[in-house]
């Protein structure tokens, strides 16, 4: 029998398997990303499609950044490299004049636990979690004051007021591969 490891949930579990079982799995992974920072500033600059984040906000603009719980585990990566990519959107942030009292730091925990205070100071630099400036937020699926932001057959469509009050929404998510 062949030992398969599987990530399952936030654990990872031993799956065994015939041995005459055709396993297909993921490519080989890339090389890491060496400068984080950099790379989310560069994609701010230059995104694959739509239009750059300086055409969407200007000095003095509104900018909420939406981040997965720092709870959820990034299976197979050295460190979580949300900390840095946050880093470079503060920094493109700034060179357009944005400042930090107008970033929003919205936590989409949805139905998670909610995160504890330090949880969410590691997001950022420790530099920065101590000076910022901004607002943090964590998006609770139940509040009562979410934002109807349309109809469906459903019922309604209700968001954080954070992504309605603000000029641009910068999602910062990280992704194994």
Request: aromatic content about 2%.
């Amino acid at each position: 029998m062949l030992r398969l490891p599987v990530i399952h949930g936030t654990r990872a579990i031993v799956a065994r398997v015939p041995d005459d079982v055709l396993v297909l799995g993921a490519p080989p992974a890339l090389d890491p990303i060496a400068d984080v920072a950099a790379a989310a500033g560069q994609a701010l600059r230059h995104p694959l499609s739509g239009p750059p984040l300086d055409e969407l906000v200007r000095r003095g603009g509104r900018v909420t950044i939406v981040v997965e719980p720092p709870s959820l585990p990034i299976p197979g990566a050295p460190r979580d490299a949300r900390q840095e990519a946050i880093a470079g959107v503060f920094d493109a942030l700034a060179a357009l004049g944005v400042q930090p009292r107008n970033h929003t730091l919205l936590v989409a925990a949805g139905l998670e636990r909610r995160p504890r205070r330090g949880e969410v100071e590691r997001l950022l630099r420790p530099g920065r979690a101590r000076d910022f400036s901004g607002t943090v937020a964590v998006h609770d699926v139940e509040a009562e004051d979410l934002v109807t932001v349309d109809e469906t057959p459903l019922g309604p469509l209700r968001v954080h007021r954070a992504l309605v009050e603000t000029d641009a929404v910068v999602v910062v998510s990280a992704a194994e591969s």
